[in-house]
């Protein structure tokens, strides 16, 4: 079973392939491949998860550049999307965020994250959610989104 941390159902979906290091840029992206099938099953969890064990600021578990901010965008996200943690399928993670976006900035979920200097991941996940196909769109609010 594939774990994700909340943030991680933000970032799966705006993620082009930046990242800390070449093998976590990989690990990433073949995460990702599963993520945007809406049939994938995941289970949410604290803490690290299956992409940060790829990531070189893990240390003893912990992640280094700031454990205390990565727990508080994860609280964030799980309260705004109402998660819990068990299992969902991708499809349900997609919904839940499109319904959160149609009403409220991605800024607000995201704050300081310090990749929003560099990735558009409003317009990403706009266009990813699309991407998905008609049956998806139509079950769906229209976002409004703000960096």
Known sequence: MTELRPHHVVCLAAFIGRGYSP??????????ALYL?????????????????ACPNLSDGRCALDDHAVAIL?????????????????????????????????????GEC???DEVDCAA????????????WVDHRPRPRFGR
């Open 74 to 110: 994860d609280e964030r996200v799980r309260v705004a999307l109402s998660l819990a943690q068990t299992e969902y399928t991708t499809g349900e993670l997609h919904r839940r965020l499109a319904v959160y976006l149609a009403d409220h900035d991605l800024a607000e979920l995201c």
């Open 114 to 116: 310090r990749w929003r």
């Open 124 to 135: 990403v996940i706009d266009q990813r959610l699309n991407e998905l196909g008609p049956a």
């Open 37 to 53: 099938n809406p049939e994938t099953r995941v289970e949410l969890v604290r803490g690290p998860d299956t992409a940060c064990r």
């Open 23 to 32: 093998e976590f840029i990989e690990a990433f992206q073949r995460l990702q």
